[in-house]
C-alpha cells in the first residue's frame, strides 16, 4: 500500500488529503467547489494539489451531491408502490406542528407526488402473517403506468415489510422484469425499523437519490479511470464507514452527512490517539456550527434523525447543528436585548468588515475589533478586508444602543456565540445522560479553534485539540474510516429464557446479510467484525435506550444493564420487565489506516518566536499578546496564554489562564485552565 | 458583574436550556403515547413570585396555565414557609389550574442554599384517572364523572415517594400501576433535573446576579410585547364563532363572542356574550381562559419569541360571571379545551381586522378524538388507544392549508405500531378527497381512516365542526365537516360525531371522516394550474373542477377546455367580497353564521 486519497467535495470548497503509507508524507490542498460539475471538480482540486493517481492505491470520497439535491428538490421524478388503503401514509406525516404558538405552519413536501403514489393489493400483519396475497396483475399494470410516465426511480414500501420482506422482493422482481434501467428502492433493505412513515420517507429519499448517485459515482469513476485510477472507489457514508462504489449505488441515503461523518471519525481517530475515549468535535465555518461526539472511541450514531425535516430510518452521526458561525449577525432587539444569530450574512454580503455592504456587526467583525484576528488573517481567502468598517458596525449595531464601548460590545457578541454553541454540546451530552467534563473537544472549520477555549470553559472540558490542518479535517478523517454496514431487524420480544433462541437466529441471519455485504465490497473475511446492539425498554415504555448486546445474552445480564442506563440517562430504574425492540448489527472490516508521523522536536531550552505581539482584548481589557505561526510550533513548545496561533485557514485562540502545548504529532492541546499568567 | 445586557441573554439562554433539557427528560422517560408521542405535557420554570421564567414546547394549550398550579399548591399548603426541600406537590384541581382532572401538574419548590428562588413545574395528561368512560365522557354532566380531582398532596416528602398516593391514584384509574408510577417518575425527575441545572446556573453567575437578570428578562418580556400592542390602533375588534354543541344539550350551538379592545399597549380579550354555562363538558375555569387568551396574544404578537411572564403582561382576559368560560364546582369541563380551540380562533379572528396577523380559514377543529379503550384479548389488560386525528387547516392569501396536521405536537399513531399494541387491523389511511373548502387558495384536506375492530371496545369520541363548519374567508367556501361512520357486524351503520362508551363488538369497522379548511379567496381565481394539480392528484373530481372551480376539461385528452374555461369563469361575477363565508347561506339554517366586525 503506497498512498491513499480522500477527496471531501463540501458547500463552499472540496477538501483535499493525501498520504504516503511509506514515507508518512500527509499533503492537503483546497479548491472551490464547482456545484454544476462535481466530478470535474474532484479532478480539478487533483490537478491544482498537482497529485498523480498513480500509486494511490486508496481513494476515499464524501459528497454532497446527495444532500444538494434534496436541499433544492432536484432529485429525480419517484415514484412509490405501497399497499392499498395507504397511499397517503407519506402525505399525512406524522401531523405534528411543532412551531407550537405559530398559527401557520407548512409541512415539510413529500418527495414524491400524490400522482405518482401506486396502491397495490398485499397485507401482512404486524407478524408477518400474510393476510392478503400480492397481486401480481396489479404491479404489472403499475409498472405500465410508471413506464409511461416516464419514471426512473421507484420506492416500494408495503405495510409490515421489516416482518416478512416477501412482498416487496416480488414486487420488486416484477417491477425489473418489466421496467428497463429503473432503479426500485425496497423499504425493509434501506431500513428494517417499524413506523410505516417513517420507512417510506426513508425509501423515498433513497430512490430519489438513487439514479443521481449512480450517474455521479459511474462519471467520476471513468474520469478517474481515465487518469490511471483502476482500483474501487470507496464512498463516506452517514454512519461513519465507508462503502465501495458499488453499493453506494444501491444505498444512495448512505452518502448524506459524509462531511461531518469523516470529521467524527477523524474525532475519534484523534480521541484513541490521544488516550481520550471521549470527544466532543466542533466545525464551526461561516454560518452554522455542528457538534457531534465520539464516545469509547466510537462515531456517536441516532436512528432518529431529519434531512431538510423529512424523517430518516438509518443510523446517522448524531449531529447537532446550529446558526452560529463567524457570520451570525448580532442586534438589540425592541425589548433591549443584545441577540447572536441564528440569522447569518452569509458569503453575501458577509461580514460588515468585507466591505460588500454589510452593514450589521457580525461574530467575524467582534473578533476583529478584539484583535483576535487580523486583517491578514484573510489574505488567503483572497479577501482584503477593513477592520474599520467592523467597528463601525459593532459601534453603531450594538455599542451605541446598550450603552456600551465598542469592545465590551465586541467581546458581549463573542461571550453570546460562545454560549449558543456551549448549549448545543450541553444539549447533547447532558440531554443523554452525559457529562461533558468526561470529554475533551476536537474544535476544526475555519472558527472552531477561535472560540474553542472558551466553549470548553463554559462546559467544564479541561482539554481542547486543535489538530494540524483543521480546514480539511473531516477529508483527513475519511483516511480513518472502516467499511461499515448497518443492519437492523424490529422485533419486540420480552428477553426471557424461551426467546434467547430466536434472538440468537435472528442475530445470525443478520450477520449472514452484514457478511454478504461485506464480501460483496472484497473485504477480506478475517478482518470482518460484527457488533451487536440491542433497542431495550421497560414493557409498557415507548423510547428506547439502545445498549450493547451482552456476551452470554441472560435475561439478568440484559435487565442489570439496562437499569443502569436507565438510571443514568433518565434518573430512576423500575422492577418492570423489559422488552427488546430491535436488534442492530453493525458489520464492519478494517482499512489500513494511516500512521502518522511525528513532527519536529523542540531543541531544549528553545522558546517559539512569536512573528509578531498586538494588544488584543481578553476580559474586559486589552492585553500585550504574541502570534505564532503554527509552521513555527515544535514539538515539545509549551506557551501560556494570552497567544494566537495562525495558520492558513484557521486562527487558534488561547486566553488567558490557559497553557498550550505542541505533542509530538504537531496537535495542539490547551489545557483551559493551565495556570498561565493573566494578562 | 452587573446585570448588562450580555449577563442577561446568557441568562436567558441558560433558562431554556433547562427547560428544554427537563422537555427531554420527560419525553424519554414517560410510559404513555399520550406524553411521549402525542407530547400532552408542558414544562416549566418560576420565579419565587410564581412568575414564568422559561418553558418549553409542548403543548401550547397548558403552557400559560401552569403557573395557576403552583399558585394552587402554595395555597394549599397554607404558604411556602410550609414547604421543604425534597418535596414534590402534584395537584389537578380543574377549578384552579387545569382544564380537567387527568391533567396532573407536578410542583417542585426548587430551592438555593436552603432559600427558596422558585419552583419546576410540569404537567402531563394522564390517560386515566377513572371517570365514567375510559379516556372521557362527551356527556357527561359533573366533575364526579370526570375522574379523580387531587387538590394538593405531597407526592415526596423530603425526598422519598408517597406510595400512598400512588396506590390510591392506581385505585382509581384504569391505568396499569407501573404506567402510572413511570408518567409520575419521568415528572419528577424532570422537576429534580430542572432544580439542578438551575442550581448550577445559580453557582455560575452568582445568586444577586442571577435574581437580577432573572427580572430584567421580565421587564424585557414586557417591553417586547407592549411594543407588538402599539403597533395595532387602538379600537374594540369583533368576532363570534360556534362549538357544534355541549354534548349533552345535542341541539344547541355553544356561541363564543370576543371583543378585543385594543388601548395603548394594553388588550382585554372581553368575553362579555358568550354562551352561559353547558350543561356538558365544555367548561373551562376562568385561570385557564385566561391563560388561553395568552396563548392568543402570544400568537399574535411573539409567536417565535421565548417566553417569559413578562411577554404576557399587556393582556388579560374578562370573564363574565355567567359563562361557559367561569366554570364552577361542579360543572364537567373535560373538553373545555374544544371551547379553548375556538376561543383561540375567534381572538385570532378578531385581531385580523386590526391588521395584526395574517388571515387564516376555518380549520377542521383542531383536534378530533376518536379513542377506542377496552380489554386486551391476549392477557386482559387494559387499553386505550388515544387517536386524535388531524384534519385540514384553513388556507391564506398566497397559500392552500395544509393537510392533515393537528394542532401543536400531537402526532398520528403509526399504523404498524398500533397494530401490534392494539387489537385493531387499520383497513386504510388516506387524504379525504374534496374535503377542503375551494377558494383562490384552497382548504386543506382532512383524513379518512378505517379501522376493523378484533376485539370488543368501547369508543369515545369527540369530532367538532360538524355542524359549524370550518369557515372559508373573502369568497372561499367553508370545509367539509367531521364525522364517524360504524359499520356494525350485523350490518347496521350508524354516523356519530361525539358519543362515549359506544359499546363496538368485534368485527365492527370505525371509519372516520376529519374536516377539510376553509378556502380563502373567490375559487373562479384560482390559478387553473392548481386546480389542474388538484385533479391529477385525486384532490377534486372534473365535476368539482368544474362546479367549484370553473375549470372544464376535456374528458377525452384529460387537457383543459380553455374556450369553455374562460366563458365559464369569465360569465360569472365575483360571488362575495363582503369577507363572509360564501355559501353561509347554504349550511343548514341551525348553523349559526361565523362573524367579524370593527367597532371604533
Known amino acids: ?679 | 458583574m452587573p446585570a448588562d445586557a450580555v449577563t442577561i441573554e446568557l441568562i436567558r439562554n441558560a433558562l431554556i436550556s433547562v427547560t428544554g433539557e427537563m422537555r427531554t427528560k420527560i419525553m424519554r422517560s414517560a410510559f404513555s403515547p399520550i406524553i411521549y408521542e402525542s407530547l400532552d405535557f408542558s414544562v416549566a420554570f418560576f420565579n419565587e413570585r410564581v412568575e414564568t421564567l422559561a418553558q418549553a414546547d409542548g403543548l401550547p394549550y397548558f403552557l400559560c396555565d401552569l403557573p395557576n398550579a403552583v399558585r394552587a399548591v402554595i395555597e394549599d399548603v397554607g404558604g411556602v414557609e410550609h414547604m421543604r426541600a425534597g418535596d414534590v406537590f402534584l395537584v389537578n384541581d380543574p377549578y384552579r389550574c387545569s382544564q380537567h382532572p387527568q391533567d396532573v401538574s407536578i410542583v417542585k419548590p426548587a430551592y438555593y442554599r436552603g432559600e427558596l428562588f422558585g419552583f419546576t413545574a410540569v404537567r402531563v395528561h394522564l390517560i386515566d384517572l377513572g371517570g365514567k368512560a375510559g379516556f372521557a365522557s362527551t356527556d357527561a354532566t359533573e366533575i364526579f364523572q370526570e375522574g379523580l380531582v387531587i387538590p394538593t398532596v405531597h407526592l415526596h416528602s423530603e425526598g422519598r415517594l408517597n406510595e400512598e398516593i400512588v396506590r390510591l391514584m392506581a385505585a382509581n384509574s384504569r391505568m396499569s400501576r407501573s404506567t402510572m408510577l413511570g408518567d409520575l417518575q419521568a415528572q419528577v425527575g424532570a422537576c429534580i433535573v430542572g432544580e439542578e441545572r438551575l442550581v448550577e446556573v445559580i453557582d455560575r453567575y452568582g445568586y444577586e446576579l442571577y435574581r437580577e437578570c432573572c427580572d430584567a428578562l421580565l421587564v424585557q418580556g414586557e417591553a417586547y410585547a407592549r411594543a407588538k400592542v402599539r403597533e395595532i390602533p387602538d379600537g374594540r375588534y369583533l368576532a363570534e364563532l360556534f362549538l357544534d354543541d355541549d354534548g349533552v344539550n345535542r341541539d344547541e350551538p355553544v356561541r363564543i363572542k370576543v371583543s378585543l379592545v385594543v388601548d395603548d399597549s394594553d388588550m382585554v380579550v372581553d368575553l362579555t356574550g358568550s354562551s352561559g354555562p353547558c350543561a356538558g363538558p365544555y367548561n373551562m375555569n376562568p385561570n385557564y381562559t385566561n391563560a388561553i387568551c395568552r396563548i392568543a396574544f402570544k400568537s399574535l404578537t411573539s409567536p417565535h419569541e421565548p417566553s417569559n411572564e413578562g411577554h404576557f403582561r399587556p393582556v388579560r382576559a374578562h370573564v363574565p360571571d355567567e359563562s361557559v368560560f367561569n366554570a364552577l364546582r361542579p360543572s364537567p369541563v373535560f373538553w373545555g379545551f374544544k371551547t379553548a380551540g375556538t376561543l383561540v380562533d375567534c381572538i385570532r379572528r378578531a385581531a385580523t381586522q386590526a391588521v395584526v396577523g395574517q388571515p387564516v380559514a376555518g380549520n377542521y377543529g383542531w383536534s378530533c378524538g376518536a379513542h377506542v379503550f377496552g380489554e386486551h384479548p391476549a392477557d386482559g389488560s387494559f387499553f386505550a388507544m388515544v387517536d386524535e386525528a388531524g384534519g385540514g387547516w384553513g388556507a391564506r392569501p398566497g397559500a392552500d392549508g395544509e393537510d392533515a396536521m393537528v394542532m401543536g405536537g400531537i402526532r398520528n399513531n403509526p399504523v404498524e405500531v398500533s397494530e401490534r399494541k392494539f387489537p385493531v387491523r387499520v383497513e386504510a389511511y388516506e387524504l379525504r378527497a374534496g374535503s377542503g373548502g375551494a377558494g383562490a387558495f384552497r382548504g386543506g384536506l382532512g383524513v379518512r381512516r378505517a379501522t376493523r375492530l378484533l376485539a370488543d371496545v368501547r369508543l369515545v369520541a369527540n369530532f367538532e365542526r360538524s355542524q359549524c363548519l370550518p369557515w372559508g374567508l373573502h369568497g372561499g367556501q367553508p370545509g367539509q365537516g367531521s364525522f364517524i361512520d360504524i359499520h356494525h357486524p350485523d350490518n347496521r351503520g350508524e354516523r356519530v360525531q361525539k358519543c362515549t362508551n359506544h359499546a363496538l363488538p368485534a368485527g365492527s369497522r370505525v371509519v372516520y371522516f376529519t374536516g377539510g379548511g376553509g378556502g380563502y379567496g373567490d375559487p373562479r381565481e384560482r390559478a387553473i394550474e392548481r386546480v389542474m394539480d388538484d385533479l391529477r392528484r385525486g384532490h377534486i373530481t372534473p365535476a368539482e373542477a368544474e362546479s367549484d372551480y370553473a375549470v372544464c376539461v376535456d374528458q377525452d385528452t384529460g387537457q383543459v377546455d380553455v374556450p369553455k374555461t374562460r366563458s365559464l369563469r369569465a360569465g360569472q361575477g365575483r360571488s362575495d367580497d363582503s369577507g363572509e363565508t360564501a355559501a353561509d347561506g347554504a349550511i343548514e339554517t341551525r348553523q349559526p353564521h361565523s362573524r367579524e366586525k370593527r367597532e371604533g
Open chain 1, 1 to 679: 500500500m503506497s498512498r491513499s486519497l480522500a477527496v471531501d467535495i463540501g458547500g463552499t470548497f472540496t477538501d483535499l488529503v493525501l498520504f504516503d503509507h511509506e514515507t508518512r508524507e500527509l499533503r492537503v490542498a483546497k479548491s472551490s467547489s464547482s456545484p454544476d460539475a462535481l466530478a470535474e471538480g474532484v479532478l480539478a482540486c487533483l490537478a491544482s494539489a498537482g497529485v498523480e493517481l498513480a500509486g494511490v492505491e486508496f481513494f476515499v470520497h464524501g459528497t454532497t451531491v446527495g444532500l444538494n439535491a434534496i436541499l433544492e428538490g432536484k432529485g429525480v421524478p419517484t415514484g412509490l408502490v405501497t399497499t392499498r388503503g395507504f397511499r397517503d401514509v407519506y402525505a399525512i406525516g406524522r401531523m405534528d406542528k411543532p412551531d407550537m404558538y405559530s398559527y401557520i405552519y407548512e409541512k415539510p413536501r413529500p418527495l414524491a407526488p400524490r400522482d405518482l403514489v401506486f396502491e397495490v393489493d398485499e397485507r401482512m400483519d404486524a407478524f408477518g402473517q400474510v393476510l392478503a396475497p400480492l397481486d401480481a396483475a396489479e404491479v404489472e399494470a403499475i409498472a405500465a403506468a410508471l413506464k409511461e410516465r416516464g419514471v426512473r426511480s421507484v420506492a416500494v414500501c408495503t405495510l409490515h415489510a421489516y416482518a416478512n420482506p416477501a412482498h416487496e422482493l416480488e414486487i420488486k422482481r416484477i417491477l425489473e422484469r418489466l421496467l428497463d434501467g429503473v432503479s426500485v428502492s425496497l423499504s425493509h433493505e434501506v431500513s428494517g425499523e417499524w413506523r410505516e412513515y417513517e420507512r417510506t420517507s426513508t425509501v423515498v429519499m433513497n430512490a430519489y437519490l438513487q439514479p443521481l448517485i449512480t450517474a455521479y459515482l459511474e462519471d467520476l469513476e471513468r474520469q478517474l479511470a481515465g487518469r490511471g485510477y483502476h482500483r474501487s472507489l470507496y464512498v463516506m457514508q452517514c454512519n461513519g464507514g465507508i462503502m465501495d462504489a458499488a453499493l453506494a449505488k444501491s444505498r444512495s441515503i448512505q452518502t448524506l452527512l459524509s462531511g461531518p461523518a469523516g470529521g467524527a471519525i477523524g474525532a475519534s481517530q484523534v480521541a484513541r490517539r490521544l488516550g481520550d475515549a471521549n470527544m466532543i468535535s466542533l466545525d464551526m465555518g461561516g454560518t452554522s456550527c455542528d457538534v457531534s461526539l465520539a464516545i469509547d472511541g466510537e462515531v456517536g450514531l441516532t436512528t432518529d434523525s431529519e434531512i431538510n425535516r423529512l424523517p430518516v430510518l438509518v443510523p446517522m452521526l448524531q449531529v447537532n447543528a446550529i446558526g452560529a458561525g463567524g457570520g451570525s449577525l448580532a442586534r438589540v432587539e425592541i425589548d433591549g436585548s443584545l441577540r447572536v444569530g441564528p440569522q447569518s450574512a452569509g458569503a453575501r454580503p458577509g461580514p460588515a468588515c468585507y466591505g460588500r455592504g454589510g452593514r450589521e456587526p457580525t461574530v467575524t467583525d467582534a473578533n476583529l475589533v478584539l484583535g483576535r484576528i487580523g486583517a491578514d488573517t484573510f489574505a488567503p481567502l483572497g479577501l482584503e478586508v477593513q477592520p474599520e468598517l467592523a467597528a463601525d458596525a459593532v459601534t453603531r449595531g450594538v455599542a451605541c444602543p446598550l450603552g456600551m464601548n465598542v469592545e465590551q460590545a465586541a467581546e458581549g457578541i463573542v461571550r453570546l456565540v460562545t454560549n449558543h454553541m456551549a448549549n448545543a454540546v450541553r444539549e447533547i451530552t447532558i440531554g443523554r445522560g452525559l457529562s461533558p467534563k468526561d470529554f475533551s473537544l476536537l474544535a476544526f472549520g475555519g472558527a472552531g479553534p477561535m472560540h474553542a477555549v472558551g466553549i470548553a470553559r463554559e462546559i467544564g472540558v479541561s482539554r481542547v485539540v486543535v489538530q494540524p490542518a483543521p480546514g480539511t479535517f473531516s477529508a483527513w478523517g475519511m483516511l480513518f474510516a472502516d467499511f461499515r454496514q448497518d443492519l437492523v431487524r424490529t422485533v419486540v420480544l420480552a428477553v426471557e429464557p424461551g426467546s434467547l433462541g430466536e434472538i440468537e437466529s435472528l442475530f445470525a441471519e443478520l450477520e449472514a446479510g452484514g457478511r454478504t455485504l461485506l464480501m460483496r465490497q472484497d473485504v477480506l473475511e478475517d478482518s470482518h467484525e460484527f457488533v451487536r446492539q440491542l433497542d431495550l425498554r421497560y414493557r409498557g415504555q415507548e423510547h428506547t435506550l439502545t445498549l450493547p448486546a451482552p456476551p452470554e445474552l441472560g435475561p439478568s445480564a440484559v435487565k442489570e444493564s439496562f437499569d443502569e442506563a436507565h438510571r443514568r440517562v433518565y434518573g430512576y430504574d423500575l422492577a418492570e420487565p423489559i422488552e427488546i425492540v430491535n436488534l442492530r448489527l453493525a458489520a464492519r472490516g478494517a482499512t489500513d489506516r494511516p500512521e502518522l508521523k511525528p513532527i519536529d522536536a523542540v531543541e531544549p531550552g528553545s522558546q517559539p518566536v512569536p512573528y509578531r505581539r498586538t494588544p488584543v482584548y481578553f476580559d474586559g481589557a486589552f492585553c500585550d499578546t504574541p502570534h505564532f505561526d503554527r509552521a513555527d510550533l515544535r514539538a515539545g513548545h509549551a506557551l501560556d496564554g494570552p497567544a494566537i496561533v495562525t495558520e492558513a485557514s484557521s486562527t487558534t485562540v488561547i486566553p488567558p489562564r490557559a497553557r498550550l502545548t505542541v505533542d509530538a504529532f504537531g496537535f495542539l492541546i490547551v489545557d483551559t485552565d493551565g495556570g498561565g499568567h493573566a494578562g
